[in-house]
């Protein structure tokens, strides 16, 4: 693990969001109908390994695959070694209707044509070397400035131009005794993207027995270097039926964000939520107070919540969201000590998804766990920087259920 320094104490308690009703009593009191996905089958394990079929070639002619993992309830997850990203996520309604509820594209095209490049939505990929931005491109580490390439204005946004969302990941299919699996590795070689050290990327997906998909994620480096993984997948709990997710319901278990600049730097701030649109810690449609963010944040939500001061030692719940025309809930589960709320913000409508569905400004959510942004030049924050001889690992769990 690596170590952190301690600036404070761990958020307050989550309430989970209930039923679809505006007060946040009424919302509280039906939290005790939300339920696992219903299934005759509860006792079932599934031994089948994942399968795999061919999802496009790549410029330069490498074929790429995509992998499908299924539940003892059916539930269904495709992940692809082209950046690692999750291009589907199906989970029953109320109804006990399976849908896709991530946002993606059917092939491979879709992730690599020029007008998703430009835009630069990550639709469900895994970030690194460092996930989210760091400022004006460079840092300093053991005394020695770094340079990276930038490619969000003046910063550096998610590994650079060429992140782990572009690479072709070595891919694993398996199984374990919580379910289908698929590991999947890469070497980031010294001086990539202007990171220094060789470093040794593993992260396991598993669609576990009991409705989640957990990550895993393991990293070893032969030089000091900044680290911050994390995944990238929008949410709509109700892709292909709502015109957007602002309907969505979310609960944060954080009483602190960290304040940003004009362009998403942040401020070295860690400012109470308390009596701002920022606090999250009763359930509230995303949309509500959506025009009341502070700052100069694009649109709406583009920033970090404090979970906690340092890593912690197991996943904790962080966010639980509740669609209420469908009924999907979904727990979001992490040991890390930030989650980056982002309403979709730069989606434009111009790119067209899964179902001919044009992904609108708001059309999807993320909840990326994370460390804070910039921390490599924040040294107030949560240290990330992953020394020779450590291992680096972290978890985070979306767990998935309705509400009747």
């Not at 399968?51 to 992940?79: C, M, P, R, W």
């Not at 291009?87 to 594209?105: A, E, H, I, M, R």
């Not at 997906?205 to 680290?227: H, I």
Request: with cysteine; proline share 6%; net charge neutral.
């Amino acid at each position: 693990m690596m170590d952190f320094p301690r600036n404070g104490a761990l958020a307050g308690l989550l309430l989970l969001a209930a039923c679809n009703q505006p007060s946040a009593s009424e919302q509280a009191a039906g939290s005790a109908r939300t339920t696992a996905i219903p299934d005759s089958t509860q006792a079932a394990t599934t031994t089948a390994m994942p399968t795999s079929t061919s999802f496009g070639t790549t410029q330069d002619g490498t074929e790429v695959q995509l992998y499908t993992l299924t539940n003892a309830h059916g539930l269904k997850s495709t992940i692809t070694n082209y950046g690692g990203t999750l291009t589907s996520l199906l989970t029953p309604d109320k109804n006990g209707q399976l849908g896709d509820v991530v946002l993606g594209f059917d092939n491979l095209e879709g992730y690599t044509s020029e007008s998703y490049l430009k835009e630069g939505p990550y639709f469900g990929a895994l970030i690194g070397r460092y996930g989210n931005r760091i400022a004006k491109g460079k840092f300093t580490l053991d005394g020695k400035e770094y340079t990276l390439a930038k490619n969000n204005g003046a910063n550096t946004l998610h590994g650079g131009k060429k992140g782990f969302d572009k690479v072709i990941w070595q891919a694993q299919p398996g199984t374990s005794a919580d379910g289908q699996t698929l590991t999947l590795t890469y070497l980031s070689k010294d001086g990539e993207e202007g990171y220094p050290g060789n470093l040794t990327v593993k992260v396991v997906y598993t669609l576990t027995n009991d409705d989640a998909l957990r990550l895993d994620y393991t990293a070893t480096s032969d030089k000091a270097t900044p680290l911050n993984l994390t995944n990238h997948s929008y949410f709509n709990l109700n892709h292909g039926q709502a015109k957007n997710a602002l309907d969505h319901v979310l609960t944060l278990n954080a009483d602190r964000f960290t304040v940003v600049d004009a362009t998403l730097i942040p401020t070295g701030e860690l400012r109470p939520v308390q009596g701002t649109p920022m606090d999250f810690r009763q359930p509230h449609a995303i949309g509500e107070r959506i025009a009341q963010v502070p700052g100069k944040a694009p649109g709406g939500y583009d920033h970090n919540w404090v979970l906690a001061d340092k890593l912690r030692t197991k996943p904790e719940v962080a966010a639980t969201v509740y669609e209420p025309v469908s009924g999907r809930t979904m727990e979001v589960l992490t040991d890390q000590p930030g989650v980056q709320f982002y309403s979709g913000n730069f989606l434009k409508g111009n790119l067209k998804g899964k179902g001919n569905t044009a992904y609108v400004k708001n059309y999807g959510f993320c909840l990326e766990t994370q460390h804070f942004p910039d921390s490599p030049n924040q040294p107030k924050f949560p240290s990330t920087i992953l020394q020779p001889g450590q291992t680096f690992h972290s978890t985070t769990e979306y767990r998935f259920g309705v509400r009747k």
